[in-house]
């Protein structure tokens, strides 16, 4: 497309449905581990069918079913068509062309390691995973990341991109992970060109409610 969105049809999550609007939360805030409040993504990418999120390339070695494999955790409303993804997985597909660059082979990411939504089972935070913006690499090319050794050395790596990007350490502790690579580029919300855009009367209106929250 010209504008340099994907060629998907672009949703604002006000126009949903009320039942897929209760799983997404457009625009609504959800607080972080640390009790701060983030503004969940507004706008999304319509996928229609399994077949288009497998011939789809979102970036030069990314499909889009890459990043919407999840498993029975997910709302029901999540595992049908069609299907909805923040525009920002488009942010994440590009830095992790830069994690295989620097890891040297094909990325793996695990079943609801991408985007899963705020209804998913273990969502009890702002987990970046609910913008779209975070992948759990479980395996690069021929090498599992199941152990420290090998989780810290392709961590080690991953931050010395210059870029965003963030890598949770090492641990079984609640923030940590022993048996993947955890990397995100923070909440990052986008609209690309083609969104229908704000209604300047609404946003207004509901950045008020937020404050009175």
């Known amino acids: 497309m010209s504008d340099g969105a994907l060629p998907l049809p672009i949703v604002d999550g006000f126009d949903l449905q009320d039942s897929v609007r209760t799983i997404l939360r457009p625009d609504e805030l959800l607080t972080d ?3 701060s409040a983030r503004r969940l993504p507004r706008f999304f990418y319509r996928i229609d069918s399994w077949q288009i999120a497998l011939d789809l390339d979102v970036s030069p070695h990314f499909k889009l079913w890459e990043f919407i494999g999840v498993d029975v955790r997910e709302a029901s409303l999540q595992r049908l068509f069609p299907r909805y993804v923040p525009c920002a997985i488009t942010l994440l597909a590009a830095h992790l062309e ?3 660059d620097v890891l040297g082979s094909y ?3 695990s079943a609801n390691g991408a985007y899963r939504s705020p209804g998913h089972a273990l969502t009890r935070y702002a987990s970046t995973h609910c913008w779209g913006t975070a992948a759990n690499i479980y395996r690069v090319g021929d090498e599992w990341y199941n152990d420290r050794e090998s ?3 392709a961590s080690t790596l991953i931050r010395g991109i210059m870029t965003p990007l963030w890598v949770r350490p090492y641990g079984d502790a609640v923030g940590e992970a022993d048996d993947h690579i955890h990397v995100d580029i923070g ?3 986008l609209e690309p060109r ?3 855009g704000r209604d300047p009367e609404v946003e207004h209106r509901t950045q008020a409610e937020a404050v009175e929250a």
Request: proline residues 0%; charged residues 15%; hydrophobic residues 50%.
């Open 98 to 100: 830069l994690v295989r």
């Open 107 to 109: 990325v793996h990411i």
């Open 194 to 196: 083609g969104a229908a």
């Open 33 to 35: 581990e640390h009790g």
């Open 187 to 189: 909440y990052a919300l």
């Open 151 to 153: 989780i810290q050395r």
